[in-house]
């Protein structure tokens, strides 16, 4: 059975970090696009980073370049987003997915709330 799921999420105050891990089963992530894209309220959903080839390849978005870091860990077959001086604007539900030709998996989301 395939599975993504998030977890990290919660609220931070303007300049800190948080760590999102999204925990992958049925599937080996080092072979899709894994994705982590974010929607705020009445805001369309946002890429964000992606990481391929299991993380030989990273893009980010202009928001979030030097500020937020996508990596992987085979063994566990966890992705995480390390995020750091978080900014209010950072607000969403942040989403993982892993995309390849053959497939378009998401999880649930984890709410990330930049408040002070």
């Known amino acids: 059975q395939v599975q993504l799921v998030e977890s990290g999420g919660g609220l931070v105050q303007p300049g800190g970090s948080l760590r999102l891990s999204c925990s992958a089963s049925?599937?080996?992530?080092?072979?899709?696009?894994m994705n982590w894209y974010r929607q705020a309220p009445g805001k369309e959903r946002e890429l964000v980073a992606t990481?391929?080839?299991?993380?030989?390849?990273?893009t980010y978005a202009d928001s979030v370049k030097g500020r937020f870091i996508i990596s992987g860990d085979h063994a566990k077959n966890t992705v995480y987003l390390q995020m750091n001086s978080l900014k209010p604007e950072d607000t969403a539900k942040y989403y993982c997915?892993?995309?390849?030709?053959?497939?378009?998996?998401w999880g649930q989301g984890t709410q990330v709330t930049v408040s002070s």
């Open positions: 997915n892993a995309y390849n030709i053959l497939n378009n998996y």
């Open positions: 049925g599937f080996t992530f080092s072979t899709y696009f």
């Open positions: 990481l391929v080839n299991g993380g030989s390849t990273t």
